[in-house]
């Protein structure tokens, strides 16, 4: 079979995508052919009466255009599309895609853009028919999965050419290009002034507020000094089993006040029961997933990172077996046949079960308990019912098996959990005893994985006494902040507001990939190199490390959907901002650049700090061990109450594994320069 001489061309995103639409819309004549090693699809007799036939389903491999500029220096604020295998070369095999679309598009009398229906997916086949084929004479498909019956649907009734999303989507990666290019060399000439070498640094319109999201976070924890805090540790027996009691007020602010009260417990020797508390809560089903839900999860369960949970959901909704992933909704479409595809589930061997109870729960009634959150383009994430033809990854099944049990759960019934909760007294302070018991396990039975840890506690009366059989003092630390998590980085971007589902868990790796920040172990700190990018932005040009900037921009962005804005006129506010913000570092890029001593490690700076290669700005330290400094003697007098001599102080800071990585150094430095406290300055 040869292509026809003129036809329909419904181009795709991927090749997977453009097999699925080809199968759904062949009639009893589909034929693949290769192009240049790129799979087509020729159907002469299609399911669908509406599309002018023959049809050629042809794909796109992602972004086939990319923006370029030939100037050098900054600021640059001209740029064009351009095929991304001329300037990226990662993108190499993305030539052979480009040029088949280019010569298919030649002989196409209509064009469907059938590619992912989101602002980027708009973009991607919409650059497409515009530089190789005729706007006029294109159409959109939109469908929320690859399953057969839903794509024939959506060629049934083809809209316009959504040229309002691929606005939107040029507009943003026009937005996305200036800021990246000015600020990324703006602060490459910085650390080649510096340093004499040069060092690929980049910045972004929502990366470089993330980053300095990630540098307050990381700051706090190396600047930590942990808090002794003393706690009354009671320990009781209740039929022959001992229970530690759970302290219900503030810690001692000295040990002193900590040894009277143990004392007055001890003469005591018993607690009285003063209230009972029973509290029977139900808790309703989650909705089913978002994204960000998924990634969420994903991380918590089964410790799969944001980034590789969305690639893995996106090769699952390419093989049918969910609906597109990259969506903020939580609420699952009224037209969907949940019925049948729970029908469909019980045929998968490691949930059926599931499946088959839940429809004896429900009596084949299924009423999800949909979320608040929506989104316009697509519903909430939900298995299609097709089964896997082939053995999935671990990984691939993990996620699967995770959104059809969050599937399951939000059509079952609520969950009942009692909670009780004994408060006792003694010595004028309380302490609580608490049980929980799960009275019915509702929708918990699908998704386990937020079910309560059972407790059985004894029945006691109001009134009663019990006997204490220990009674001590039990000294804590306070902690600082959670470590970096690339999850906690995307949950912040999504309550600032910033970035898209589809863009979040791509910025963050970003951050890693540039070397801002880095693995250590299990958890994740900020570089040098990052926390200099962002003290330098925010002491000079703050604006561009707010959130403020990015979310105006966001709106205008969903202004362009809304026809409430034009791409052009927003671009021209992003250069104005850009050459008063560009402006202003080009002026101080020599003072900028004598900075980076202060953050930056490097064998020529002089002086040099005591306890690394920054430059020393006091007390032969730089300015995060003086930092440091100040902080371990502003603390002591916690930990003096607490009963520790300077030295048992530096001693513990030295050691614990809650001290930011600052303190430790410099507890360290003290300790083996025996500095007392009365040295100190």
Not at 175 to 181: E, M, P, R
Not at 237 to 244: A, R, T, V, W
Not at 381 to 397: A, F, Q
Not at 474 to 487: D, E, I
Request: hydrophobic share 40%.
């Amino acid at each position: 079979m040869r292509i026809p001489t003129i036809f329909t061309l419904i181009i795709a995103e991927k090749p997977r995508a453009a097999e699925k639409i080809a199968q759904a819309l062949a009639g009893t004549s589909c034929k693949k052919l290769r192009v240049k090693g790129v799979p087509i699809w020729v159907i002469n007799t299609a399911t669908v009466k509406s599309i002018p036939l023959p049809l050629v389903v042809a794909s796109a491999a992602g972004h086939l255009f990319s923006l370029h500029s030939d100037e050098f220096g900054y600021p640059v604020f001209s740029c064009r599309w351009v095929p991304r295998y001329l300037v990226e070369k990662e993108a190499r095999h993305t030539r052979r895609f480009l040029e088949v679309l280019e010569d298919l598009c030649k002989k196409a009398r209509v064009f469907v853009n059938a590619c992912d229906y989101d602002i980027e997916g708009s973009l991607i086949g919409y650059l497409v028919i515009k530089f190789f084929g005729d706007e006029r004479r294109a159409y959109r498909a939109k469908f929320s999965s690859l399953v057969p019956s839903e794509i024939r649907s959506s060629f049934s009734r083809l809209s316009k050419l959504d040229k309002e999303m691929a606005e939107a989507g040029e507009c943003r990666h026009i937005l996305d290009w200036l800021w990246g290019i000015n600020v990324s060399r703006a602060l490459m000439d910085i650390y080649r002034r510096f340093s004499g070498r040069t060092q690929t640094l980049s910045a972004g319109r929502v990366q470089t507020p993330t980053l300095a999201h990630a540098v307050e976070i990381d700051l706090k924890r190396k600047f930590h000094v942990p808090i002794p805090l003393l706690y009354p540790r009671i320990v009781v027996e209740l039929d022959g089993k001992s229970y530690q009691l759970e302290y219900e007020g503030p810690p001692f602010t000295s040990r002193e006040e900590a040894q009277r009260f143990i004392a007055c417990a001890k003469r005591a020797g018993e607690l009285l029961v003063v209230d009972i508390d029973e509290r029977v809560e139900r808790i309703p089903p989650p909705p089913p997933f978002n994204l960000p839900d998924l990634q969420s999860e994903a991380a918590r369960i089964h410790r799969i990172s944001p980034y590789v949970t969305q690639r893995i959901a996106e090769d699952l909704y390419l093989d049918a077996l969910i609906s597109y992933p990259r969506t903020n909704s939580q609420r699952l479409p009224p037209t969907l046949n949940n019925r049948a595809i729970v029908e469909n589930l019980a045929k998968y061997p490691p949930l059926g079960s599931l499946a088959r109870r839940l429809l004896d729960e429900c009596r084949g009634v299924l009423r999800p308990h949909n979320g608040p959150k929506t989104d316009p383009a697509h519903p909430a994430i939900y298995p299609t019912g097709e089964i896997p033809r082939k053995k999935l990854s671990e990984k691939h099944r993990k996620i699967y098996e995770l959104i059809v049990r969050r599937y399951l759960s939000t059509f079952s019934s609520d969950a009942v959990v009692r909670r009780i909760t004994i408060h006792l007294e003694v010595c004028g302070k309380r302490f609580s005893l608490r049980g929980v018991r799960i009275d019915r396990v509702g929708w918990m039975l699908y998704y386990p994985y937020s079910k309560p840890r059972e407790r059985e506690i004894p029945q006691l009366r109001r009134h009663s006494r019990i006997p204490i059989s220990k009674a001590s003092i039990k000294v804590s630390y306070s902690s600082p902040p959670p470590p970096l998590t690339r999850m906690g980085l995307i949950k912040w971007m999504e309550s600032q507001g910033i970035g898209t589902e589809s863009t979040r868990a791509e910025i963050v790796e970003t951050l890693y990939r540039r070397g801002y920040i880095v693995k250590r172990g299990r958890s994740s700190e900020v570089s040098d190199l990052g926390i200099a990018v962002v003290k330098l932005l925010s002491k000079y040009v703050p604006e561009l490390c707010s959130t403020e900037l990015t979310r105006h921009f966001e709106r205008a962005i969903n202004a362009i959907i809304d026809k409430r804005m034009h791409c052009a006129e927003v671009i021209d506010e992003a250069k104005k901002v850009l050459t008063h913000y560009l402006n202003r570092i080009k002026k101080l890029s020599s003072s900028i650049a004598s900075e980076l001593a202060l953050y930056i490690e490097d064998p020529r700076n002089e002086p040099r700090c005591a306890l690394c290669r920054r430059k020393a700005v006091s007390q032969s330290l730089c300015v995060f061990h003086m930092e440091a400094y100040r902080l371990i003697k502003q603390n002591y007098e916690h930990w003096l109450r607490a009963g520790y001599r300077w030295d048992q102080y530096l001693r513990k800071l030295s050691r614990s594994k809650l001290a930011g990585a600052y303190i430790r150094d410099v507890a360290t430095f003290l300790l083996r320069e025996g500095v007392s406290l009365e040295a100190l300055p």
